[in-house]
């Protein structure tokens, strides 16, 4: 035991960043559009660049993703396969953070 007493407060244990990102944002309530900007810019790897390049906007909104497509017969294709795409989302981030796509 050392002679002087620490009165920091400070968790004895240092813990790694990503861990105290993570306690920061949820202290401020910030995780939930931290993770949705996350998923925001992870889609053109989620997707490929077909899709991406055929992307015209991408927003979250009360945890749905909307998406919109400059093409027709994509927009199509991609709406009948929402599930895989949400499938793709939360095997990359989780379930949770997107419920819903959402194709526009």
Do not use: C
Not at 43 to 69: N, Q, Y
Not at 86 to 104: D, P, T
Request: proline residues 2%; without cysteine; charged residues 35%.
């Amino acid at each position: 035991m050392g002679k002087y007493k620490d009165h920091t407060g400070r968790r004895k244990e240092v813990a790694p960043l990503q861990e105290a990102f993570e306690e920061l944002l949820n202290a401020y309530r910030l995780k939930d559009k931290f993770d949705e900007r996350q998923v925001i810019q992870a889609w053109p790897e989620i997707m490929g660049k077909t899709v991406a390049s055929r992307t015209d906007s991408l927003f979250v909104k009360e945890k749905k993703l909307f998406v919109k497509i400059a093409s027709g017969a994509l927009k199509k294709e991609l709406s009948m396969n929402r599930s895989k795409v949400l499938n793709l989302i939360e095997k990359q981030f989780g379930k949770g953070i997107i419920q819903e796509v959402v194709f526009i």
